[in-house]
């Protein structure tokens, strides 16, 4: 199984440029997740989605959106990049909202905004 | 609310020796605790986790943990560090809606030869 997946890897935006994240998971998990990952701050909920259809903001989701159209893929769009938002995104998944309920994370994306 | 506090940044071992890595959590509710290891580009990997039951909690790779109530605590553990440990570990609480987890800020472990 490939897990949770996450595209791209790498990327450099121009302040003010949109991107799109894209992440999709294969275990057919209702629960899908957007962290961001700073240096020495942990990792930080920005949006979170119970299913299709569903979504909520997180602790930081101000300069993100996000949309669950299928069970499979959860993309995080950045509308006017800043240089606030250079970190590493993290999409991740879990089979329920359980708290005892671990998450399977992608391999990250690391974001630089210049 | 619930929080988890890492103490130390930065721990380093040498190999064979004895890896202490210190987590203490923050909840009003019964926690569920977690910890994560995270290898240098890559994402995060569960290494184990305290839901109830047995305090003590093994997980892969030769970790363990033990759940301390009375402390507050739930230290990672392995008796005998291999170069191959040298990684990001991150503890975690999960909130109460089970909608999200809540990272301390990670320590990162040297294993020196």
């Known amino acids: 199984n490939a897990g949770v997946t996450q595209t791209p890897k790498f990327r450099i935006l121009k302040i003010g440029q949109s991107m799109t994240l894209q992440c999709a998971q294969d275990?057919?998990?209702?629960?899908m997740y957007w962290y961001r990952q700073d240096p020495g701050m942990g990792l930080k909920l920005i949006y979170y989605?119970?299913?299709?259809?569903?979504?909520d903001k997180g602790e930081v989701p101000n300069g993100y959106n996000v949309s669950r159209s299928t069970t499979e893929d959860f993309p995080l769009r950045l509308e006017l990049a800043a240089p606030s938002q250079t970190s590493v995104y993290f999409c991740?998944?879990?089979?329920?909202?359980?708290?005892?309920?671990?998450?399977?994370f992608g391999q990250g994306t690391r974001l630089t905004v210049v | 609310a619930q929080s988890v506090t890492q103490l130390g940044s930065h721990v380093s071992v040498s190999e064979g020796a004895l890896v202490l890595l210190r987590c203490n959590y923050s909840?009003?509710?019964?926690?569920?605790l977690f910890w994560y290891v995270q290898y240098p580009n890559q994402g995060l990997q569960l290494l184990l986790k305290?839901?109830?039951?047995?305090?003590l909690v093994k997980g892969i790779n030769g970790f363990e943990a033990e759940f301390k109530k009375s402390e507050t605590s739930f230290h990672l553990t392995k008796p005998s560090a291999h170069m191959s440990d040298a990684a990001e570990y991150f503890c975690?609480?999960?909130?109460?809606?089970?909608?999200?987890?809540?990272f301390g800020t990670g320590t990162s472990l040297t294993v020196i030869p």
């Open positions: 991740a998944s879990s089979y329920s909202g359980a708290m005892n309920t671990e998450a399977f």
């Open positions: 275990m057919n998990h209702n629960y």
């Open positions: 909840s009003s509710v019964p926690p569920y």
């Open positions: 975690a609480v999960s909130g109460y809606t089970g909608n999200q987890f809540y």
């Open positions: 305290y839901t109830t039951g047995a305090t």
């Open positions: 989605s119970v299913g299709a259809g569903i979504t």
